[in-house]
């Protein structure tokens, strides 16, 4: 049975994803600091898969060490997904405004912590692993307030590049998901209706996809991996059913259960 471990597990797109890779048979490691909804999903993929939940801070070591001793107990991890984010204050802050404590905080989370995380889990990475760094297009562009959480996201997007150089055995992956309804989103935007935004669980078939496609390490958007052909649909990529729903593990159950990640290991 293949092992991922999600950060960020319990909202968005990281709910998503481990929504979809539990109907697909993977173990799953999962955090949020929350303890609540993490345990209540947790519980709910429970009749699905293999699931251990633990409650944390990603920014903490000790929490990322309890991380690395699940995946240990679960022997050894085939996908990693630092998902787990922060946008800093909000509303948000022009860098003249931008406190240095709490630009710190957004470098702590978004960038130190996946790193913390990778350097714990590199002896247990299956050599065909995949490791996942979610990223943003503010990592490539420049937009008013956004400079601390897209210079966080511009550097994992960096340390993401160097570490495909430097383990060429797995693949390395900083992935712009797009603009999704979530309460990141609502926060980056607060009083905006971004009901127009899409629900995450429409990016997860093309994350899928591109996992399937095993493009080499670098950096990509998953619209660029959309399951378009019947080929993506229907055969040894596709995971189009995915594109609706919640994000919940029963809401969202696709049809499509032709589609598996293909994993031999473990
Ligand atoms: N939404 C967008 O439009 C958008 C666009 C581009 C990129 N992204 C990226 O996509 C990823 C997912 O974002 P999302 O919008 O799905 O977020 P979301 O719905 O707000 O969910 C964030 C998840 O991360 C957890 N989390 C936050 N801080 C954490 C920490 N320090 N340690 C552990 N868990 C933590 C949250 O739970 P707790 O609060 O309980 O910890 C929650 O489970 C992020 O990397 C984000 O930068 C999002």
Do not use: C
Not at 44 to 69: C, F, N, Y
Not at 169 to 184: K, S
Not at 219 to 234: K, L, Q, V
């Amino acid at each position: 049975m293949p092992v991922a471990l999600i950060t960020g597990a319990s909202s968005g797109l990281g709910r998503a994803l481990a929504a979809a890779l539990g109907r697909r048979g993977w173990a799953l490691v999962l955090d949020a600091r929350t303890p609540q909804p993490l345990y209540q999903f947790a519980d709910e993929l429970a009749a699905l898969t293999v699931v251990k939940a633990i409650a944390g801070d990603v920014s903490m070591p000790d929490h990322r060490r309890d991380l690395a001793q699940a995946v240990r107990a679960a022997g050894g991890l085939d996908l990693l997904i630092n998902n787990a984010s922060t946008l800093g204050p909000t509303p948000l802050p022009s860098l003249a405004e931008l406190a240095l404590a709490s630009f710190h905080e957004i470098l702590q989370v978004n960038l130190l912590a996946p790193l913390g995380l990778i350097q714990q889990l590199l002896p247990q990475l299956a050599d065909d692993a995949a490791v996942v760094n979610v990223s943003s297009d503010a990592a490539v562009a420049s937009y008013p307030g956004w400079g601390g959480y897209g210079a966080a996201k511009a550097a994992l997007d960096h340390l993401t590049a160097t570490l495909g150089q430097e383990n060429p055995a797995q693949r390395w992956y900083a992935v712009d998901p797009g603009d999704m309804r979530t309460p990141m989103h609502q926060a980056a935007f607060p009083g905006e209706d971004i009901s127009d935004r899409p629900d995450p669980a429409t990016v997860v078939p093309a994350l899928l996809n591109l996992l399937e496609r095993r493009p080499p390490s670098g950096r990509y958007r998953a619209a660029d991996f959309e399951p378009t052909s019947t080929t993506d649909a229907r055969g040894s990529a596709g995971a189009g059913a995915d594109a609706r729903g919640s994000a919940g593990a029963g809401a969202d159950a696709d049809a499509d259960e032709s589609y598996a990640l293909r994993k031999t290991s473990r």
